[in-house]
Nanobody, 122 residues
Framework: VQLQASGGGWVQAGGSLRLSCAAS????????VAWFRQAPGKEREYVSR????????YYADSVKGRFTISRDNAKNTVSLQMNSLKPEDTAVYYC????????????????WGQGTLVTVSS
């Protein structure tokens, strides 16, 4: 499956953004999706993941209660609603997909979007 991430931008602290990840290719097979992010000078970190049917969602502690992941399989899209954004959320956000069960480990994913930059100013 091929992925295209979008929706990044600049926002003030406390604001909201909604990221989208559009999938194409072999979307008829069940695939899990996760979001990761990488801040300047830091390692890539896990943010959230969702099962193939949307029935299971998980979040990193740092975003729990502020971010919501969802998917629309009819449109082959996965969204990440980000509320109450903080300066420390500033990063390039990547969506990733894998066939089978969802995972929080980046090495489990073999399809990656190009990344979308989120900048949160204080």
């Amino acid at each position: 499956v091929q992925l295209q991430a979008s929706g990044g931008g600049w926002v003030q602290a406390g604001g909201s953004l909604r990221l989208s990840c559009a999938a194409s290719g072999r979307t008829s097979s069940a695939y899990a999706v996760a979001w990761f992010r990488q801040a300047p000078g830091k390692e890539r970190e896990y943010v959230s993941r969702i099962s193939w049917d949307g029935g299971r969602t998980y979040y990193a502690d740092s975003v729990k209660g502020r971010f919501t992941i969802s998917r629309d399989n009819a449109k082959n899209t996965v969204s990440l609603q980000m509320n109450s954004l903080k300066p420390e959320d500033t990063a390039v956000y990547y969506c990733a997909a894998r066939y089978g069960l969802e995972s929080s480990y980046s090495h489990d994913y073999n399809s990656w979007g190009q990344g979308t930059l989120v900048t949160v100013s204080s």
